[in-house]
């Protein structure tokens, strides 16, 4: 069998992606590799596929429990016998593995490497009795003290080479800068490997950075619409993961914490609720989620700041793993950078704690960004992108900028005048003049005091910000916070330098249109699987995964040939589950007088979900949905794009008296927003939404302003 037909045979693609096939092709001649593939990337698939294919043991050192009985529950199901030995099981469990391992009954093992390399070193020579014919090191980064997981026990893998001789070993990590990747070469006592980097891009999330400000305010908005999806929220303590936990439940969220100070017992429950979709959110510290295989993960949130690019980007990396869109949104207070400080200092080691300050300052630096962060990411990776990715908050903004040197200079001087000792809470009470108490009265006599009274304080806070990011400002490195000038500052005080200043920025969000699917063939194919799961003990991606059902709900096959062109489709799935999930696709197909697409469906099968190009008069297709009684929601759900972007189509048509601003606003709501887009302009929606307070979305906002323009151009005409 070919390395090809093994694919498609057990795990239902017919091509391979990024280098997979060179690696697997690597491993089949007995030779080292190293592999750095993005989480998501299928990295797992290069030491699976050989393990089918070489005619004994692979064994898979891996660091945490739930990724050994994830994979393995999902191999065994795919037809691939493999199982896991650990501390959950008891001896009778291992007893019988170890006669399977006797009987030549498995092709994988996973197995964590202090077990492998414990005390009494059994396990170590019953393993040298048997055939083994790879060796897999997951998650290798954790061998090296410069990566951001190092683990001790990672240390003991380089005798691996001495102990099997000639066997091939291929390290895998989602995530290493350079140093890192020469670290684990060298540790592992690799020979000769060759080293393969795919792309770290992940094209279908969406990166956003949001400074915090009322974080749970924040983090219910951005749930409101995603209430049935599956995600994880980081948190930087355990104790604040079990209050954000308790919160969302009172918010009526199936959510659960998860951290290392919680028993085994909880912890496992907790984390086979969340595989198996009976919790939707799970809270967690870094604890959680390395290895974790659960591809339907929509989204990833950082309420507190992460301590490097490496931990961010693997973390994020957890969301849309079947390669369907899916968010990672990063709340950011400079206050969370002056904490972690504290944490990144090593004791005893003034070169780790270098090491680790610059890494929690490129972390820094990428939410201050003003410039496309996907790029940000990528350098970071030393892997060269263009300047516009089009889906980080970034580019799907846009922006007016304006000659901001006026500003610059004011804000410069107030923290020149107040000697760099205030934060910037203070520094803008000092601009707009403020009356109260806390303004020293010696500050109050200096001429900048109150320079900038005619600015609002959100638009003060917004300049430093971006003064910050643009390197002018910067914070003090004592735990105070305080605004200091920088190098650059100099010459923008004394004018010869300009700053352009962001005036406005659009509310988000360019369109973005997914592959159009039948939405109630969707939901069906989703019941059907969960009926599965549940009666399999088993979670419902590892069924199918959300990229499968997708494409089957485009497609609509009618027959067991058709089905098998789907992705994720292996030989034992459709011996499986094919027939069961035909009859609902014909039944639902008859109902509803559809036929099959699978024509329209390229002949070389992807794994992920390609978008597809703009619309011509996406507004249009929208305004037909809504004139067909759908909601907002619905529509957005439909048609794969935020509410935002759905609610800005209608809006266009309020503007041309198509639709009425009833629609969208009561009644009560228009003369408020109108008296404060006439005072402040509708240029600037942020603004006018501090200003208008959390009981006015941007939608109603939107809304009243078409329908002003729409009045203006009424009035006009007559």
């Not at 896991?84 to 030549?104: G, R, T, V, W």
């Not at 501090?690 to 009243?704: M, Q, R």
Request: hydrophobic content about 40%; overall charge neutral.
């Amino acid at each position: 069998m070919t390395p090809l037909q093994a694919l498609q045979k057990y795990f239902g693609y017919s091509n391979f992606r990024h280098t997979q096939e060179a690696i697997i092709q690597r491993v089949l001649d007995k030779k080292d590799v190293m592999v750095l593939m993005p989480t998501g990337g299928g990295k797992s698939l290069c030491y699976q596929l050989p393990a089918v294919l070489l005619n004994g043991l692979t064994v898979v050192i891996s660091p945490l429990i739930a990724l050994m009985k994830d994979q393995v529950d999902s191999l065994n199901l795919s037809g691939i016998p493999a199982a896991f030995l650990n501390s959950s099981q008891n001896p009778e469990e291992q007893k019988d593995i170890a006669l399977q391992l006797q009987n030549n009954q498995l092709r994988l093992l996973y197995i964590a490497p202090e077990r492998l390399l414990g005390k009494d070193d059994r396990l170590m020579t019953f393993l040298r009795t048997l055939n083994i014919v790879q060796i897999a090191i997951d998650e290798a980064h954790c061998i090296s003290q410069w990566g951001h997981d190092f683990r001790p026990e990672y240390l003991m893998l380089a005798g691996l080479k001495t102990q099997f001789p000639g066997v091939p070993v291929i390290a895998l990590t989602a995530t290493a800068d350079k140093l890192t990747q020469k670290d684990i070469l060298e540790k592992l006592n690799l020979q000769e490997p060759a080293v393969f980097i795919s792309s770290f891009n992940r094209e279908n999330i969406t990166y956003r950075v949001h400074p915090k400000k009322k974080s749970f305010e924040q983090l219910l908005h951005f749930l409101k619409d995603r209430k049935d999806d599956s995600g994880i929220i980081y948190c930087l303590s355990r104790k604040s993961t079990e209050a954000l936990a308790d919160d969302l439940k009172d918010a009526g969220y199936a959510a659960e914490a998860y951290h290392a100070g919680l028993s085994n017992e909880v912890k496992a429950r907790n984390q086979e609720a969340f595989l198996k979709d009976d919790v939707k959110i799970m809270v967690a510290t870094i604890a959680f989620g390395m290895g974790i295989n659960k591809s339907n993960v929509r989204y990833v949130v950082h309420v507190d700041l992460p301590k490097n690019i490496e931990g961010y980007y693997q973390e994020t990396g957890r969301a849309g793993r079947d390669g369907l869109a899916s968010d990672a949104l990063l709340l950011y207070s400079p206050g969370d950078a002056m904490k972690l400080k504290g944490f990144a200092m090593v004791e005893n080691n003034a070169e780790q704690s270098a090491i680790m300050l610059k890494k929690l300052d490129d972390m820094v630096d990428y939410c201050q960004l003003h410039a496309c962060r996907r790029q940000y990411l990528m350098h970071y990776f030393d892997e060269p992108f263009p300047d516009n990715c089009g889906s980080c908050d970034y580019c799907l903004s846009e922006f007016v900028k304006f000659d901001g040197t006026l500003i610059a200079q004011k804000a410069l001087s107030a923290v020149s005048r107040l000697r760099e000792r205030f934060g910037s809470a203070y520094v803008i009470d000092f601009l707009r003049g403020s009356k109260r108490e806390k303004i020293w009265g010696e500050h109050k006599l200096l001429k900048t005091y109150g320079a900038g009274a005619e600015v609002s304080r959100a638009d003060w806070m917004r300049y430093i910000r971006e003064l910050m990011a643009l390197g002018y400002l910067k914070l003090s490195d004592d735990g105070y916070s305080a605004l200091k000038l920088t190098s650059k500052s100099e010459a923008v005080l004394k004018g010869l330098e300009k700053v352009e200043l962001i005036a406005s920025q659009s509310v988000e969000e360019k369109d973005q249109q997914e592959l159009a699917f039948d939405a109630g063939l969707m939901d069906l194919l989703r019941k059907q699987r969960q009926d599965i799961a549940v009666g399999e003990n088993l979670p419902a991606y590892i069924i199918l995964s959300d990229a499968t059902l997708l494409e089957i709900a485009t497609y609509l096959p009618q027959n067991m040939d058709e089905l098998r062109l789907i992705s994720g489709f292996g030989d034992v799935k459709l011996a499986r589950y094919g027939r069961e999930f035909l009859k609902t696709i014909n039944g639902y197909s008859t109902q509803n007088g559809l036929a099959s697409k699978i024509s329209q469906k390229s002949k070389k099968r992807t794994t992920t979900t390609k978008k597809t190009a703009r619309t011509s008069d996406t507004s249009g297709v929208t305004y037909s949905l809504y004139k067909a009684g759908k909601t907002v929601a619905q529509i957005a759900q439909e048609r794969g794009l935020s509410p935002t972007t759905i609610e800005g189509h209608l809006s266009n048509f309020v503007e041309t008296g198509e639709l009425d601003v009833s629609e969208f606003v009561v009644k009560e709501k228009i003369p408020a927003i109108k008296d404060a887009v006439e005072s402040y302009g509708s240029e600037r929606l942020s603004p006018l939404k501090e200003i208008l307070g959390e009981n006015y979305s941007y939608g109603e906002i939107k809304a009243v302003i078409a329908w002003m323009n729409y009045k203006q151009k009424v009035n006009i005409e007559s």
